[in-house]
């Protein structure tokens, strides 16, 4: 397991950003009976596809090597899914609803956000159709709230401004996308 978290600083291009992370690892049922199987769930992020490739070989190769030095009795079943496209914001919808967004909300109530190497199903349905889209997210916290990230087991913004804010950029996205100015 140890060979897999170094995958990301051995094996990547630094600068290229990539995640492998081991999110579950479950074997046997006793503790005093060796398990027959052993069942490992990782995930893994990167904004190309070529990386995301040099991920995966590694992955299947570190973990061959693995059951081999260990005289697996059989070979490793590597099974791949809930593979996601990378979300990449359209730049017109982007720049249009961004713009909207400063004049209902005010340019201190607006961040760019960065990239974010996460795992999102959020472009499989408009890339489908072939419609540009924009991908953004609502802060939720309140002044001194701990802010854990999604995913997190203790991830809980704040039910309000959440709401009242994520309807507000729902309407006002809508709104600036049809030309419509709802909300002004």
């Known amino acids: 397991m140890v060979g897999l978290q170094a995958i990301v600083s051995r094996e990547v291009k630094p600068g290229d950003p990539a995640v492998v992370t081991v999110g579950s690892i479950h074997g046997g049922t006793k503790a005093n009976i060796i398990p027959d199987r052993a069942t490992m769930l990782l995930n893994i992020r990167a904004y190309d596809q070529a990386v995301r490739e040099k991920l995966i070989a590694a992955i299947e190769r570190i973990v061959r090597a693995d059951c081999e030095a260990a005289r697996s009795p059989r070979e490793p079943v590597i099974e791949l899914y809930e593979s996601y496209p990378?979300?990449?914001n359209d730049a017109t919808v982007t720049e249009k609803i961004t713009g909207a967004f400063?004049?209902?909300?005010?340019a201190d109530r607006v961040e760019t956000l960065a990239p974010v190497p996460a795992s999102e199903d959020f472009s499989i349905i408009p890339t489908a159709f072939g419609?540009?889209?924009?991908?953004w997210g609502v802060g939720g916290f309140t002044e001194g709230q701990q802010v854990f990230p999604n995913h997190n087991?203790?991830?809980g913004p704040a039910m309000?401004?959440?709401l009242k804010t994520g309807t507000e950029a729902a309407v006002v996205a809508v709104s600036a996308y049809l030309g419509k100015g709802l909300l002004s």
């Not at 419609?131 to 991908?135: A, N």
């Open 131 to 135: 419609i540009p889209y924009y991908y």
């Open 160 to 162: 309000q401004p959440t």
């Open 102 to 106: 400063v004049d209902h909300f005010g």
């Open 86 to 88: 990378l979300t990449d």
């Open 153 to 155: 087991p203790a991830f």
